[in-house]
Nanobody, 122 residues
Framework: QVQLVESGGGLVQAGGSLRLSCAAS????????TGWFRQAPGKEREFVAA????????YYADSVKGRFTISRDNAKNTVYLQMNSLEPGDTAVYYC???????????????WGQGTQVTVSS
């Protein structure tokens, strides 16, 4: 069992930045791929970004390419999502999740955090 805890969400103005963190409870997290997903009110959960266990492979949704960066520090069992040039459309609850391999499909992820709210004001 891997417990994931997200942090770093908050309220920011459009054009601003936030860095989300996903901290894992177990050292085996360093051998897992990690993804970020988000869900806005009234919408389905959508893929944001994913990273392989080594950090060498990354995937991004088209809507965040060039603005968001996913990275990891396995020594700290933590994955980050640096979000720049935030837009009101980025407002959502952001979740991190762990999987065997990086994937854009949430069906591939076995463990999920509770989420952190990101609100971008115009």
């Amino acid at each position: 069992q891997v417990q994931l805890v997200e942090s770093g969400g908050g309220l920011v103005q459009a054009g601003g930045s936030l860095r989300l963190s996903c901290a894992a409870s177990r050292r085996t997290f360093s051998s897992s791929a990690t993804g970020w997903f988000r869900q806005a009110p009234g919408k389905e959960r959508e893929f944001v970004a994913a990273v392989s266990w080594s950090g060498s492979i990354t995937y991004y949704a088209d809507s965040v390419k060039g603005r968001f960066t996913i990275s990891r520090d396995n020594a700290k069992n933590t994955v980050y999502l640096q979000m720049n040039s935030l837009e009101p459309g980025d407002t959502a609850v952001y979740y991190c999740a762990a999987a065997r391999v990086p994937s854009m499909s949430d069906n591939e992820y076995d463990y999920w955090g509770q989420g952190t709210q990101v609100t971008v004001s115009s």
